[in-house]
């Protein structure tokens, strides 16, 4: 049975920072694709950030460029997303999932697996 479970997340103030953790059982990371997508209170779900299988290749939103990095530790098979600079309108309950494919997709229904979630509240 696969599982993601996501950690990390929190109330931060505008600017600051908070590192998102997804550690999976059931599949090793590095044989998936991974990314991080969130979903604001009557918004859609949106892609944040990838990352490939290698680990070298990443893929973000525009608004995570420059802010946000996504990272993975084989040894402990968890995904991370660093979120730096933080705005109010990151506001949203962040998912990691994985995808078997190599390719970077954008759209939630081409990912498999998903983890419940972890909130992000930034205070203005």
């Known amino acids: 049975q696969v599982q993601l479970v996501e950690s990390g997340g929190g109330l931060v103030e505008t600017g600051g920072s908070l590192r998102l953790s997804c550690t999976a059982s059931g599949i090793t990371f590095s044989k998936y694709t991974e990314g991080w997508f969130r979903q604001a209170p009557g918004k859609e779900r949106e892609f944040v950030a990838g990352?490939?299988?290698?680990?070298?290749?990443?893929f973000y939103a525009d608004f995570a460029k420059d802010r946000f990095t996504v990272s993975r530790d084989n040894a402990q098979n968890t995904v991370y997303l660093q979120m730096n600079s933080l705005k109010p309108e990151d506001t949203a309950t962040y998912y990691c999932t994985a995808r078997a494919g190599t390719q970077f997709r954008t759209r939630p229904d081409e990912y498999e697996f998903w983890g419940r979630g972890t909130q992000v509240t930034v205070s203005s």
């Open positions: 990352l490939g299988r290698s680990s070298v290749a990443t």
